[in-house]
């Protein structure tokens, strides 16, 4: 679930915003308490309330004193533009690259990506 | 009840000759759950004893401290003693005494000892209460070893390797009863072991001994993603990590793989990039290793 490679709390963070981009934690939904979220994952207490201290201080979550941390009602779009920036650079490029080093022709992916698109299902 | 703190000054504890614990300098910060980390003989159990009371340093000292205690040396001091619980992997436990007369007797000792709280566990972790701690089976002693430590709820609590002997669904029962009380009544708990990738998400401080002496301390976080492993043509490696602290050095005909502590900063990560080196991150496990490696110039 977690690996030791990057700070725990940094996983935790990534996690909740993954749930947020997908649809999964809705607007002004509340996430679990950190005592939950602890006890859920089987991580140390402290390491889940720094995740979450660093979701409220990038807008991502609000607290409400004496009942919990909610999703902040703009949080996807945040979300969503960001990665919509790294987009290009951090999915297209490699998978342009991978089709270079294996001949797939670029002309092909773009045909494909067109029948998709036709294809209805596509937003 | 918040937890004690721990402060050792210069501890050193002899065995004859051999130090075992090493003019040692620690603090550990009340509250918190803390991993001591290190392989066999790297003095884990020896310290446990000392900061218990159990044993006398030979030299230096060490001091637990707290609002109600202020600060005080453990060593026959039934003030400090009642309020540190250590458990070993032995148990320390009467064997001819039935469980229960073991809960009595850890009810009279413990000044903050919860006895339903212990009679749950017992129940979860399926310890027959009306046998004698003898005719246990290793694990089942484990057991009632970790049910004494949590349920004494002692501000400083030490389990020191005394889950060694249970199986996985055991362990994993100790370590969420374990989260689950620590997280309603905080208190400064230490974690002995060398199984450090299955505890490590449980601390949030950790300390690495190795011959009886301090490797490093550090919030375990900040250790992860710590190290780094530089792949490539050998040249190329030795050029790029030769201001580094190395930790370790492979090869395999002209490729190397030169493991290095510390973060990278931007720019030596550009250059390995464009160098076209893999950089790749170092498990909390593999760092340890390294960073307690019987290997001479590993460091």
């Given at each position: 679930m977690f690996d030791d490679r990057s700070p725990i709390y940094l996983q935790i963070a990534e996690q909740i915003k993954n749930d947020i981009v997908t649809g999964a934690l809705g607007a002004d939904e509340q996430v679990m308490s950190t005592n939950q979220y602890a006890a859920f994952y089987r991580i140390n207490p402290a390491t889940a309330a720094k995740g979450f201290a660093q979701l409220v201080d990038e807008g991502v979550l609000y607290k409400k004193r004496g009942i919990g941390m909610f999703v902040s009602p703009k949080a996807r779009e945040l979300l969503r533009t960001g990665r919509q920036a790294s987009f290009f650079a951090e999915v297209v490029d490699p998978m342009i690259r991978e089709a270079e080093a294996i001949g797939v022709p670029l002309k092909d992916v773009v045909e494909h990506i067109h029948s998709r698109e036709s294809g209805g299902g596509a937003r | 009840m918040s937890g004690l703190g721990v402060r050792t000054e210069q501890l050193t504890v002899r065995f004859g000759d051999v130090?075992?614990?090493?003019s040692l300098d620690l603090r550990l910060a009340p509250g918190k759950i803390h991993g001591l980390l290190g392989r066999n003989g790297s003095g884990k159990s020896t310290l446990a004893a000392t900061l218990a009371g159990f044993r006398a340093p030979t030299g230096g000292r060490v001091l637990i401290e707290g609002d109600e205690i202020g600060s005080r040396e453990p060593y026959e001091d039934a003030v400090v003693t009642s309020r540190v619980c250590l458990i070993r992997e032995s148990g320390d436990?009467?064997?001819?005494?039935p469980v229960r007369h073991v809960l009595g007797l850890a009810s009279s000792l413990?000044?903050?000892?919860?006895a339903e709280l212990a009679g749950e566990l017992l129940d979860k972790f399926e310890v027959?209460?009306?046998?004698?701690?003898?005719?246990?089976?290793r694990g089942k002693k484990s057991a009632l070893g970790v049910v004494l430590g949590i349920a004494s709820r002692a501000p400083l609590t030490i389990f020191d390797?005394?889950?060694?002997?249970?199986?996985v669904p055991s362990r994993n029962l100790f370590y969420d009863a374990l989260l689950a009380d620590y997280a309603e009544f905080p208190r400064t708990i230490v974690l002995s072991t060398h199984l450090v990738s299955e505890v490590s998400s449980l601390l949030e401080e950790v300390v690495i001994l190795d011959r009886g002496r301090l490797v490093t301390q550090a919030p375990v976080d900040s250790l992860r993603g710590r190290g780094a492993s530089i792949v490539g043509p050998a040249t190329l490696v030795d050029e790029l990590t030769a201001d580094l602290i190395v930790l370790a050095e492979q090869r395999l005909g002209g490729t190397k793989s030169t493991t290095v502590l510390g973060d990278l900063d931007d720019t030596l990560l550009a250059k390995a990039r464009a160098a076209g080196l893999e950089v790749g991150p170092v498990g909390l496990q593999e760092l340890f290793v390294h960073l307690t490696g019987a290997k001479e110039g590993a460091r």
């Open positions: - | 130090p075992a614990v090493d436990l009467v064997d001819s005494a413990r000044p903050y000892w919860n027959p209460v009306r046998q004698r701690v003898q005719k246990l089976s390797e005394s889950y060694l002997g249970m199986d």
